[in-house]
């Protein structure tokens, strides 16, 4: 693996939260929740608004993560094969998330209606 997506992968797995720019025309990053799995990238929707993140890159599908101060230009897709790996997603949600005041947001990340705002970033 490039050493850009090892710290990219590093910096995701040991930060709770990670910038994400969604399409092209937003300016501002929006701080939200990642987990990786077998150096893939993931993200479950928390607001289900039609001008969240997810409804933005269902039409326009490139964005950007930041880490510190290295940015990384993404494609976001939904993972083809999301029912064979939602239960290694949920624990990863549950092992990263799931403790004090975040407790209850990881338990409620898990459930079906975030399961299903599920996207992988793929860094191009």
Sequence with gaps: MHLNMD???DFIDSNTL????AGKIRDNFSEIWMVTYNNRIFARSW???ERSWYNTFLVDFIGEIKC???VYK???DIPKDLSMINEILNQAYLDKY????NS????EMIKPKHYLKTMEFVVI
């Design 7 to 9: 710290f990219l992968i």
């Design 18 to 21: 990670i910038g994400l720019k």
């Design 47 to 49: 607001g289900l608004t």
């Design 68 to 70: 510190d101060d290295k």
């Design 74 to 76: 993404i494609r976001a």
């Design 98 to 101: 799931d403790f004090g005041e």
């Design 104 to 107: 209850a947001y990881a338990q």
